[in-house]
C-alpha cells in the first residue's frame, strides 16, 4: 500500500485516503492547435514500469490536487509536490537519482 503525505494540508495517510489522476505535468494545448495535439493531451499517457510523476487530490481531506514521484515497479514514493508545480522539485530529483543512478532522468 502507498503512503502518500499531502503537500498542501501535510496529512499523511494511505492510499485510500487519497484518489489517482493520472499523469502529471502533461501539456494541455489551446484553440487553433492540431488535432493530433489536443489527441495526444487526451488519449497518450506513458505507463512506465520505474519512475513515475503522477497527479493525486486529497479526496479525504483538504481536497486539492498535488503530485507524486514514485516508482510503478517497488510504490516507492519519493516526494510529494504542489500541482502548481511544472517541474519535479530538484530535491525530489535527487533522491530520485541517488536511489536510481540509471534513471534517465525528467523528461
Known amino acids: 500500500m502507498l503512503m502518500l503525505e499531502c503537500p498542501c494540508c501535510g496529512v499523511k495517510g494511505e492510499e485510500t485516503e487519497f484518489t ?3 499523469e502529471a505535468h502533461l501539456k494541455r494545448h489551446g484553440p487553433g492547435a492540431p488535432d493530433d495535439d ?3 493531451y487526451l488519449f497518450r499517457r506513458k505507463n512506465p514500469a520505474g519512475v513515475h510523476f503522477e ?3 486529497h479526496a479525504n481531506g483538504c481536497g486539492k490536487w498535488f503530485h507524486v514521484a514514485r516508482c510503478t515497479v ?3 514514493v519519493f516526494g510529494t ?3 502548481q508545480t ?3 522539485p530538484a530535491d525530489i530529483l535527487r533522491r530520485i537519482r541517488k536511489k536510481r543512478p540509471d534513471w534517465e532522468g525528467w523528461r
Do not use: K
Request: net charge neutral; no cysteine; glycine share 16%.
Open 81 to 83: 509536490y504542489p500541482a
Open 38 to 40: 489536443f489527441e495526444g
Open 20 to 22: 489517482p489522476g493520472g
Open 74 to 76: 517497488t510504490l516507492e
Open 86 to 88: 511544472t517541474s519535479p
Open 55 to 57: 497527479r493525486w487530490r
